[in-house]
């Protein structure tokens, strides 16, 4: 098999698309959440590793109180092929809480459908989803999102924090490999 980590991706989305996509979210995410407070700020939950350019982006965006933590899942083994298995680890204690999931790419939706059943057994106040990339052609599993960056085709994509086997992530726009 042709080994594909030497590839350059072709650009879908330069650096400063992104840039001024990211700022529109996180203008409308502090609109619409504009009724939280410092005791009871918006609570960011952002899934590792994919999501970490952008959340960090997203949160300097935002203008509502908020914190921000991590959830790490991954359904993806060495390659491009999800394995079907979501694995997810955390530490989180969400209860009560206004949450917001921050994604790197909707698929299937099968991660997402995992971890927001995990969340909402913690009995948050409220859970919306925020994906940077959405790929609707390959749903499988049903997911409500709320707010998303770009709809994607069904490719393989990369940069911006999103890798092929950890390579890729530092990349400053975002690519089909
Ligand atoms: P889903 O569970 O929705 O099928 O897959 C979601 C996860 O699979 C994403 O969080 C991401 O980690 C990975 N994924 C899905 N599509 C791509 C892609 O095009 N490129 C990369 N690098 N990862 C992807």
């Known amino acids: 098999m042709r080994d594909r ?11 400063e698309t992104v840039k001024q996509r990211v700022r529109v979210m996180g203008q409308q995410i502090s609109e619409d959440y504009a009724g939280v407070t410092s005791d ?3 609570f960011l939950v952002v899934a ?8 960090a982006d997203l949160v300097r965006s935002i203008t509502v109180p908020c914190r921000i933590d991590f959830i ?10 999800s394995s079907g298995n979501v694995s997810i680890r955390h530490n989180l ?6 949450l917001l999931l ?13 971890i927001s059943a995990e ?5 948050p106040a409220s859970l919306n989803i925020c994906t940077l990339l959405d790929k609707p052609e390959a749903r499988k599993y049903p997911v409500s999102v709320a707010y998303s960056g770009f709809t994607v085709p069904n490719a393989f994509i990369v940069g911006y ?13 975002i690519g089909v490999l």
């Open 5 to 15: 980590t030497t590839n350059t991706p072709s650009p879908l989305f330069s650096e």
């Open 161 to 173: 924090g999103i890798d092929y086997n950890e390579r890729y992530r530092e990349l400053p726009f």
């Open 72 to 81: 790490h899942a991954s359904s993806y083994g060495a390659g491009k092929t």
């Open 93 to 98: 204690d969400v209860t009560g809480h206004h």
């Open 40 to 42: 009871s700020p918006l």
């Open 119 to 123: 969340l909402m057994a913690m009995q």
């Open 102 to 114: 921050v994604e790197d790419i909707v698929d299937t939706g099968l991660t997402l459908q995992q």
């Open 48 to 55: 590792l590793k994919g999501a970490f350019i952008f959340a």
